[in-house]
């Protein structure tokens, strides 16, 4: 198993930022990949961006592309979204989760580990 836990979201205003964060432990060796992801109420859960641990390639939704950057800190197994520019449609609980793929994997079926995610709000 792979304990997810995430943290950061928040109440902001548009055109703010937030940084989201999400730390993994235990068998971290099985995970190459690391994604974020959100959900909507009403709406299925949509990817938003992702990055290979070791590469440090990452992968973004055009939704988000410019406005968002993932990172990762190795020695801590924790990864990060970076948020600027938010806007109202960013509104959803996000999802930190892994994958063993060695490419930015974009499709939610990929990831075999979920985090019980963070609520970002955005007001007007």
């Known amino acids: 198993q792979v304990p997810l836990v995430e943290s950061g979201g928040g109440l902001v205003q548009a055109g703010g930022s937030l940084r989201l964060s999400c730390a993994a432990s235990g068998r971290t060796f099985s995970i190459h990949t690391m994604g974020w992801f959100r959900q909507a109420p009403g709406k299925e859960r949509e990817f938003v961006a992702a990055?290979?641990?070791?590469?440090?390639?990452?992968s973004y939704a055009d939704s988000v592309k410019g406005r968002f950057t993932i990172s990762r800190d190795n020695a801590k197994n924790t990864v990060y979204l970076q948020m600027n520019s938010l806007k109202r449609e960013d509104t959803a609980l996000y999802y930190c989760?892994?994958?063993?793929?060695?490419?930015?994997?974009?499709?939610?079926?990929?990831?075999?580990?979920w985090g019980q995610g963070t609520q970002v709000t955005v007001s007007p």
């Open positions: 990055i290979v641990w070791t590469s440090g390639t990452t």
């Open positions: 989760a892994g994958a063993p793929s060695w490419a930015p994997a974009r499709s939610r079926f990929e990831y075999s580990y």
